[in-house]
């Protein structure tokens, strides 16, 4: 038995569903605590949430902690800033690691955490591991020396062009969030055990100061980027908001997809934000994406660079885009896309459900 | 100032990653060479607090952490509209990572007194982490409220319409609070003085430079210069590397007709046995 703490997972779950990042993070925490021989743990906040937690173990949890109260049915940061802190500070043992999703949540919650327990936190990691580290400090001889079993919390920097690891071992817990879609959940398994722990959290006045006046989330029409099969996307190629249409309209010849946008054509105000993709966006893992009117900037592609099968329609045969799609056509998106939607209706007669 | 709101917004000087210039070969900014620029979403959190100043009066200063160069963020910054400026800067700032910005700016914001509204761009182009504004909300116990893309102020207290997954959600915080603000938030707006005013060129009118823009350092706003810098930051920088090629073979179609390269597409997809079939509706 590790004499280290263990991986906590901190699981984002909406009105009693459990997202996906939530099983992203614990298929990543596994491979983590599997390398440093520790258990996994995991932290649902919310109210009435019903097998959730059981969920949770079934994904890949050991243990865990549960704070289900009224207080905490919608997220505020306050709320859920407080039941983190007493959970953790309530922990004989606090974790090693603590990871969270770069969700609205993950993005608004994890960054206050850290400050509160002066601690080190890594942004929109795409890749996490553990490993050694020497610092030789020339500058801060107090951080000299050669730690093991860090967290490599590794992003993409400067302006993606770089992946740079992120090494804080001189404070615990390690922090870092975590892009949805980068990391591979371990599948559910419902023969998996483990423990399930119910903590009561104390609030105070001040934890209420923000009041969640009305939230409106449009199932029928939510934007499910990372759940898609197939994501067709439409850049400042499309020219305006009506471009969108021809983007739509292709979008609806498969089944579970999506429309997704660069961000040049959301900053155009053409299409909310919950559809970008990319850096500032989402990363997405569709079995095909296509992109129309896209040039393909780093910072698009490395939301997208998990597809299956990426094609293009660009008019410029020197798009950047066509250096890493698999399919490109060049031409005139707005001739092009009512001409593909023609023709995989013709070329794929579609598999009939039984 | 009785009336109205005292805004505070906070800037960053950022390098130009959309201009070549100052971009090793390696893909890293040579930060000396790059050209500068006020970080892109500060500016939708400077544009955001001179509307609350529009609607209710008050005044608005921006703070700023950097080298001296940083001084232009401010000038620009009233050049906007803003009142004042303050640029915190001290060269035991140097390798800051976000939980000892935080910290500095934090002491940088008590330094002004009564704040009623703290205004951050949601994230920098260059750290892009958007953890700076909630560590300082943090730090100065104040409710917070990220991705922000409406604002009210209705009877002392902020609605911020608020990004969510799926929707938007409507909040209330009193005031004091801290927001951080979408893109979608605002329209920018021009400057209201024309031209852009090289600091050079401000510090010659002394005169304005002493009423407008102001130069801080750790010990002027009270901050331990052991929670700052590279000392007061948890983490660094362990390595970098390229990122790998993806991809890199495209089949591509070009020829001159639109309909027989969307059907050579359909036949190379069909050879590729890429399942497409099972994608269709
Ligand atoms: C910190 C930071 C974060 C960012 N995050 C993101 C992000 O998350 N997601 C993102 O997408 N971007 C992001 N960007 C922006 C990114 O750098 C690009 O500016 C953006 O992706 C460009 O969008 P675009 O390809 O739609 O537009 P453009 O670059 O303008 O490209 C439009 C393309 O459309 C083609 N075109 C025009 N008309 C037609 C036509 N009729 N038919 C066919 N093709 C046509 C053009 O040839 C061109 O290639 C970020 C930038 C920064 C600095």
Redesign the interface.
């Known amino acids: 038995m590790s004499n280290l703490a263990d991986v906590l997972v901190i699981a984002d779950q909406?009105q009693g569903d459990l997202?996906p990042i939530a099983l992203e993070l614990l298929g990543a925490a596994r491979g983590l605590a599997e390398k440093l021989g520790v258990k996994v743990q995991a932290l649902v906040m919310g109210h009435e949430l019903g097998d959730i937690p059981q969920r949770l173990i079934w994904n890949g949890a050991d243990e865990v902690f549960v704070v289900d109260q009224p207080e905490l049915k919608e997220y505020?940061?306050?709320t859920y800033?407080r039941a983190t802190i007493s959970v953790l500070e309530g922990m004989s043992r606090p974790p090693h690691i603590v990871l969270c999703g770069a969700?609205?949540?993950g993005?608004?919650?994890?960054?206050?955490i850290?400050?509160?327990f002066?601690?080190?936190?890594?942004?929109?990691c795409t890749e996490l591991d553990i490993g050694e580290?020497e610092?030789k400090g020339k500058?801060?001889p107090?951080?000299v020396g050669t730690f093991h079993n860090c967290l490599?919390a590794i992003r993409?920097?400067?302006?993606?062009?770089?992946?740079?690891?992120?090494?804080?071992p001189?404070?615990n817990p390690q922090m870092a969030t975590a892009r949805t879609g980068a990391m591979v959940p371990c599948g559910e398994d419902t023969t998996r055990t483990g423990k399930i722990t119910v903590i009561p959290v104390k609030f105070e006045d001040?934890d209420f100061?923000?009041?969640?006046?009305?939230?409106?989330?449009?199932?029928s029409k939510?934007?499910?980027l990372t759940g898609a099969?197939?994501i067709v996307s439409g850049g400042f190629g499309l020219a305006s908001a009506e471009g969108f249409r021809l983007v739509e309209d292709l979008a609806?010849?498969?089944?579970?997809?999506a429309v997704g946008a660069s961000r040049k054509a959301?900053?155009a105000?053409w299409i909310?934000?919950?559809h970008q993709v990319g850096?500032?966006g989402k990363t997405v893992r569709p079995?095909?994406y296509i992109a129309l009117g896209i040039s393909g900037a780093i910072q698009h592609?490395?939301g997208i660079?998990h597809s299956d099968?990426?094609?293009?329609v660009n008019k410029d045969?020197s798009a950047p885009i066509?250096?890493?799609?698999?399919?490109?056509?060049?031409?005139?998106l707005f001739?092009?896309a009512p001409?593909?939607k023609e023709?995989?209706?013709?070329?794929?007669?579609?598999?009939k459900e039984v | 100032m009785s009336d109205g709101y005292r805004i505070v917004v906070l800037i960053k000087q950022v390098p130009d990653?959309s201009s070549k210039a100052g971009v090793n070969p390696?893909?890293?900014?040579d930060r000396a060479r790059a050209k500068r620029m006020l970080n892109t979403f500060d500016k939708y959190a400077l544009q955001k607090a001179l509307e609350v100043k529009a609607a209710h009066g008050g005044e608005v200063l921006a703070i700023s952490m950097g080298p001296p160069p940083a001084l232009e963020i401010l000038v620009e910054a009233c050049e906007y509209g803003a009142d004042k400026g303050y640029l915190l800067t001290d060269r035991r700032l140097a390798?800051s990572?976000?939980?000892s910005t935080?910290y500095a700016l934090h002491k940088a914001v008590q330094y002004l007194g009564r704040v009623d509204l703290v205004f951050t761009g949601l994230?920098t182009?260059d750290g892009?982490?958007?953890?700076?504004?909630?560590?300082i909300?943090?730090?100065l116990?104040l409710?917070?409220?990220?991705?922000c893309?409406r604002l009210e102020i209705v009877d002392g207290k902020a609605?911020v319409r608020?990004?969510?997954?799926?929707?938007?959600?409507?909040?209330?915080?009193?005031l004091p609070?801290l927001i951080t603000v979408?893109?979608?938030a605002t329209k920018l707006q021009h400057k209201r003085f024309g031209g852009v005013y090289a600091v050079k060129e401000l510090q010659r009118h002394k005169e304005r430079m002493d009423q407008t823009v102001f130069i801080v350092d750790l010990d002027k706003v009270g901050a331990d210069s052991n929670k700052a810098g590279?000392?007061g930051?948890?983490?660094?920088?362990?390595?970098?590397?390229?990122?790998g090629?993806?991809?890199?073979?495209?089949?591509?179609?070009?020829g001159d007709s639109?309909?027989h390269?969307?059907?050579h597409?359909?036949?190379?997809?069909?050879e590729d046995n890429?399942?497409?079939?099972?994608?269709?509706?």
């Open positions: 909406l997202q505020t940061t306050l800033r969700t609205t949540i993005r608004d919650l994890a960054p206050r850290a400050a509160y002066e601690t080190g936190l890594t942004a929109d580290y610092h500058a801060d107090s951080k490599y993409p920097s400067f302006g993606e062009s770089l992946k740079a690891r992120i090494i804080g001189w404070k001040s100061r923000v009041k969640v006046i009305e939230t409106v989330r449009d199932v939510a934007v499910d099969r197939v609806s010849v498969f089944k579970k997809s959301v900053d105000g909310p934000y919950a850096q500032t079995a095909l592609r490395v660079t099968v990426i094609l293009a045969e066509f250096q890493f799609a698999n399919y490109g056509i060049v031409g005139d001739e092009i001409l593909l023709n995989f209706k013709k070329a794929f007669p579609a598999s | 990653t390696d893909g890293t900014i390798a990572d976000t939980l935080a994230q182009t892009d982490t958007a953890q700076t504004g909630p560590q909300a943090e730090r116990d409710p917070q409220i990220t991705y893309e609605r608020r990004v969510v997954e799926g929707g938007y959600q409507w909040l209330e915080t009193p609070a979408a893109n979608s590279l000392v930051s948890p983490t660094v920088v362990g390595k970098t590397w390229k990122m090629e993806i991809g890199g073979s495209c089949v591509m179609f070009l639109p309909k390269n969307v059907e597409l359909m036949a190379r997809l069909k890429r399942h497409i079939e099972e994608l269709i509706q």
